[in-house]
């Protein structure tokens, strides 16, 4: 299974960050799966921003969910996060990554993609 992150890496604040997942090498409706979107601002730890598994149902950190939306295109077998007024503090490096059902372990990941919020 393989996932690519794409995206544009400049958003100017108060804008809305979008990016999509394509994943290869397996379906995102296989039972059992979730996939995530998981992000790393500079010098601080992983972020799990929310995720939408297998049956298309959608989960969302507390602190983010007023400003995400992650949906799905089955048929491009790909997820899509659009996070809202952005703010230089959303600066990170995003990543896309499966989750096994009922686990916080994640086994495989995006390469990741840096976007940066800035005027």
């Known amino acids: 299974v393989q996932l690519q992150e794409s995206g544009p890496g400049l958003v100017k604040p108060s804008q809305t960050l979008s990016l999509t997942c394509t994943v290869s090498?397996?379906?995102?409706?296989?039972?059992?799966?979730?996939w995530s979107w998981i992000r790393q601002p500079p010098g601080k730890g992983l972020e799990w921003m929310g995720g939408?598994?297998?049956?298309?149902?959608?989960y969302y950190s507390p602190s983010l969910k007023s400003r995400t939306s992650i949906t799905r295109n089955t048929s491009s077998n790909q997820f899509t996060l659009q996070l809202n007024s952005v703010t230089p503090e959303d600066t990170a490096v995003y990543y896309c990554?499966?989750?096994?059902?009922?686990?916080?372990?994640?086994?495989?990941w995006g390469q990741g993609t840096q976007v940066t919020v800035s005027s």
């Open positions: 939408i598994d297998y049956s298309g149902s959608t």
């Open positions: 090498g397996g379906s995102i409706t296989t039972n059992y799966y979730y």
């Open positions: 990554a499966r989750g096994a059902w009922g686990t916080d372990e994640y086994d495989y």
